[in-house]
């Protein structure tokens, strides 16, 4: 049996695509450091800018200015300022 030459141009393809968005994803991941990576991870938990501070000893500008770090590497926004907890 011979092989389908348009599943593996589409395999081929695909691998590529990975590859380029995996280099991509670590080039991000590259210009973040540890408490960049703590911040990320309680903000999207759901804790806040200043829950988030307590917990890892920050002020809230730090943690903002974190966030905003973050973002600008993800191209997304952590937090919707729209949703006010407790309303």
Not at 54 to 72: D, F, G, N
């Amino acid at each position: 049996g011979g092989t389908n030459k348009t599943q593996g141009v589409n395999t081929l393809g695909f691998a590529n695509y990975r590859r380029n968005l995996t280099g991509k994803l670590y080039m991000s991941l590259r210009k973040l450091d540890i408490d960049d990576f703590l911040v990320m991870m309680l903000l999207v938990k759901g804790y806040g800018v200043t829950k988030t501070a307590k917990l890892l000893c920050l002020t809230q500008p730090a943690v903002s200015q974190r966030m905003r770090k973050i973002e600008e590497v993800f191209d997304t926004k952590l937090l919707d300022k729209s949703f006010k907890q407790g309303l």
